[in-house]
T-cell receptor, first 111, second 114 residues
């Protein structure tokens, strides 16, 4: 399983766009990139998943460059309720369902 | 569609006792995974079950065990509890591969060992 590296923490202000980058230099051909959000004392919540280029849903966008060695989660116009820990995971969805979480990025949104 | 249900939500046990936690996945989901979360170690993978078979196992001692029933409900058991087993235990389920929606987690069971 590819190891991921994310910033430990980030600060932002309400209304700003937040970009969290994840490095995964050893990503394999069959690996997908998935991001989760977690609030205190709750289970992680799926945000977005992608394989290459750009994926967008109603919550976020995921940008993946051609070499796939990194990915960027983009949260548009964050609010105080977006304060949470964000995890980037990389894994082969078909061969293994074993998700290994890293330390994640603690995002704090200030008023 | 109902989410992943974990019971109980909170539990207090004494060292040396054993505990069983329950997880009911989303209807139709056959894959169930368990995680332990502590402030010091973060989220750690325990094991994953699919169609009543354990497919993957994390690096935990044999005191941690699990099983899955034919209706996909899963239980995990921790025997001879230690203080360090105090944690939030999370269960996650997923449906067909390549659905593209990742895992859905329950709210967890907060276990406190005293």
């Amino acid at each position: 399983l590819a190891k991921t590296t994310q910033p430990i923490s980030m600060d932002s202000y309400e209304g700003q766009e937040v970009n969290i980058t994840c490095s995964h230099n050893n990503i394999a051909t069959n690996d997908y990139i998935t991001w989760y959000q977690q609030f205190p004392s709750q289970g992680p919540r799926f945000i977005i998943q992608g394989y290459k280029t750009k994926v967008t849903n109603e919550v976020a966008s995921l940008f993946i460059p051609a070499d796939r060695k990194s990915s960027t989660l983009s949260l548009p116009r964050v609010s105080l309720s977006d304060t949470a820990v964000y995890y980037c995971l990389v894994g082969d969805q078909i061969v293994s369902n074993d998700m290994r979480f890293g330390a994640g990025t603690r995002l704090t949104v200030k008023p | 569609k109902a989410g992943v249900t974990q019971t109980p939500r909170y539990l207090i046990k004494t060292r040396g006792q054993q505990v069983t936690l329950s997880c009911s996945p989303i209807s139709g989901h056959r894959s169930v995974s368990w995680y332990q979360q502590t402030p010091g170690q973060g989220l750690q993978f325990l094991f994953e079950y699919f169609s009543e078979t354990q497919r993957n196992k994390g690096n935990f001692p044999g005191r941690f065990s699990g099983r899955q029933f034919s209706n996909s409900r899963s239980e995990m058991n921790v025997s001879t509890l230690e203080l360090g087993d105090s944690a939030l235990y999370l269960c996650a389920s997923r449906g067909a591969i390549l659905e593209g929606y990742g895992y859905t987690f329950g709210s967890g069971t907060r276990l406190t060992v005293v």
